[in-house]
C-alpha cells in the first residue's frame, strides 16, 4: 500500500509541473488594460504556406513625440519585437526579431501609423506570437499574444477584413453598420463562402443567485449570404 502512494505523489507532483512554469510569467498587462499606455491594434493574416502578415496600428496621440536634432520637427520612435513560438513554454522561437520606425508628427494626417512584418510560421503547426511595442522615447513598453492558427479546415487568418473606401484592413473585431467592407482571400483554396447575419439582441447577465429564468440565445440567422470571392465585391453591412 506504502508503493502505490509514494507512486501517485509522484506522478502529480509532475503533472504540476508546467503549470507551475506558466505560473511566473507575469502576464498582468494582458488582463488589465487600464496599466497600459498604448493600445495597438493587430491583426494577424496568413498570406502563403511558410508566411504569417501582421498588420498593426497605433494612434499618434499614445506615443510622445521629441524634437530630432536642430530640426523644428518631431518625431516619435516605436520599436516592434516579436517571437513566434509554438506554446507559452517555448524557449527557443520558431522566428523573432525587432523592427524599428522613425514616425513624423506632420506625416500622419488621420493620427493613425500603421504598418506590417511578415513572420516565419510554416503549415502544419499552430503556434503563438508573442508582440512586444516600445515607445523609445518614453523607454517603456506594452505586449501582447495572439495564435496562428495553421490547421484549422477554414481558419480565420485565411481571410481579411478590407474598408472597401480606403483598401485598409479592420484590425478591430467590430466596426460601425454604415461600413461597406471587402473580403481578401488571402491562403484559402476555397472560392465561396457563408456570411450569416444576426439581429438578435444580448441582454445583460443576471446576477448571482437570482431566480428570474434566462430566456435562450437564438443562433440562428436572421440573413445568409453567398459571397463570391473571387468578385471582391462590396459588402454593405447596413441592414
Known amino acids: 500500500m506504502t508503493r502505490i502512494i509514494v507512486i501517485f505523489l509522484l506522478v502529480l507532483f509532475a503533472g504540476c509541473e508546467g503549470t507551475q512554469k506558466i505560473s511566473n510569467r507575469n502576464l498582468a498587462y494582458l488582463y488589465t ?3 497600459n499606455f498604448m493600445y495597438p491594434d493587430y491583426r494577424v493574416c496568413s498570406i502563403n504556406p511558410d508566411t504569417s502578415r501582421v498588420f498593426f496600428s497605433i494612434s499618434s496621440e499614445e506615443l510622445l513625440f521629441m524634437k530630432s536634432g536642430d530640426s523644428n520637427s518631431f518625431y ?4 516592434v519585437n516579436f517571437r513566434v513560438l509554438f506554446n507559452y513554454e517555448s524557449k527557443i522561437p520558431i522566428d523573432s526579431g525587432t523592427l524599428y520606425f522613425d514616425i513624423p508628427q506632420d506625416s500622419l494626417p488621420d493620427n493613425l501609423f500603421s504598418a506590417t512584418i511578415d513572420v516565419y510560421a510554416p503549415d502544419s503547426s499552430d503556434y503563438l506570437i508573442q508582440l512586444e511595442m516600445t515607445d ?12 496562428i492558427d495553421r490547421t484549422g479546415l477554414q481558419p480565420s487568418e485565411n481571410f481579411m477584413v478590407l474598408d472597401a473606401e480606403t483598401g485598409k484592413p479592420f484590425l478591430k473585431n467590430y466596426t460601425n453598420t ?3 467592407i ?9 472560392a465561396q463562402i457563408y456570411m450569416r447575419f444576426f439581429n438578435a439582441g444580448f441582454p445583460l447577465s443576471k446576477p448571482p443567485f437570482s431566480n428570474d429564468d434566462n430566456k435562450a440565445l437564438s443562433y ?16 454593405s453591412l447596413d441592414k
Open 220 to 235: 440562428k440567422s436572421d440573413q445568409t449570404f453567398l459571397i463570391d470571392l473571387d468578385k471582391s465585391d462590396i459588402i
Open 178 to 180: 454604415q461600413a461597406s
Open 33 to 35: 488594460p487600464a496599466l
Open 76 to 79: 516619435a520612435s516605436i520599436a
Open 182 to 190: 471587402r473580403l481578401l482571400n488571402t491562403n484559402s483554396n476555397r
Open 136 to 147: 523609445i522615447n518614453r523607454q517603456q513598453a506594452v505586449g501582447a499574444f495572439y495564435k
